[in-house]
């Protein structure tokens, strides 16, 4: 829950949950009186569990309960824009420095001495040639157009 929370000497605010569709079609009636009471109403997980019995009639423990919501937010959570353009962003600097994380990594998992980024990358390349041109296309290019007739070229 979203309460300040007693964690030996130091207190700590945890943080409030993450924006969610709650409109979602593909949510139960168990699952919107969850997020309800939780969210909304801030009902403790026991006085859940109880309307949960008197309400529904399910008998559900807490912790059942607490993964239930967890993965409710997970799956119903709101990318705002920030959140996919940092996405974005991630996915580009991976893109410029993953072999320079690689080549980093390379004698923690077992190499026998140190590699440069760019030999990495070249023996990688070497080994996946023809793997990384497929699965650097995003959308297959159809050699044909539907809408044209086998007469028109393309």
Same mark, same amino acid.
């Given at each position: 829950?979203?309460?300040?929370?007693?964690?030996?000497?130091?207190?700590?605010?945890?943080?409030?949950?993450?924006?969610?569709?709650?409109?979602?079609?593909?949510?139960? *009636?168990?699952?919107? +009186?969850?997020?309800?009471?939780?969210?909304? %109403?801030?009902?403790?997980?026991?006085? !859940? @569990? /109880?309307?949960?019995?008197?309400?529904?009639?399910?008998?559900?423990?807490?912790?059942?309960?607490?993964?239930?919501?967890?993965?409710?937010?997970?799956?119903?959570?709101?990318?705002?824009?920030? *959140?996919?353009?940092? +996405?974005?962003?991630?996915?580009?600097?991976? %893109?410029?420095?993953?072999?320079?994380? !690689? @080549? /980093?990594?390379?004698?923690?998992?077992?190499?026998?001495?140190?590699?440069?980024?760019?030999?990495?990358?070249?023996?990688?390349?070497?080994?996946?040639?023809?793997?990384?041109?497929?699965?650097?296309?995003?959308?297959?290019?159809?050699?044909?157009?539907?809408?044209?007739?086998?007469?028109?070229?393309?």
């Amino acid at each position: 829950d979203d309460d300040t929370s007693s964690d030996g000497p130091t207190k700590r605010r945890r943080r409030s949950p993450p924006p969610i569709n709650t409109s979602s079609p593909e949510l139960s *009636d168990e699952d919107r +009186l969850l997020l309800r009471l939780k969210d909304e %109403e801030h009902v403790s997980w026991k006085d !859940i @569990a /109880a309307r949960f019995q008197t309400d529904l009639g399910k008998v559900y423990q807490v912790p059942a309960l607490q993964m239930r919501l967890k993965r409710l937010r997970e799956r119903l959570r709101v990318w705002t824009e920030a *959140d996919i353009s940092a +996405l974005r962003m991630a996915h580009e600097y991976w %893109e410029r420095n993953k072999f320079e994380i !690689i @080549a /980093a990594k390379m004698i923690e998992f077992g190499a026998t001495e140190k590699w440069s980024p760019r030999q990495c990358s070249r023996k990688w390349q070497e080994m996946n040639v023809g793997v990384d041109l497929y699965a650097m296309q995003s959308v297959p290019t159809p050699a044909f157009s539907y809408t044209s007739s086998p007469i028109e070229a393309p």
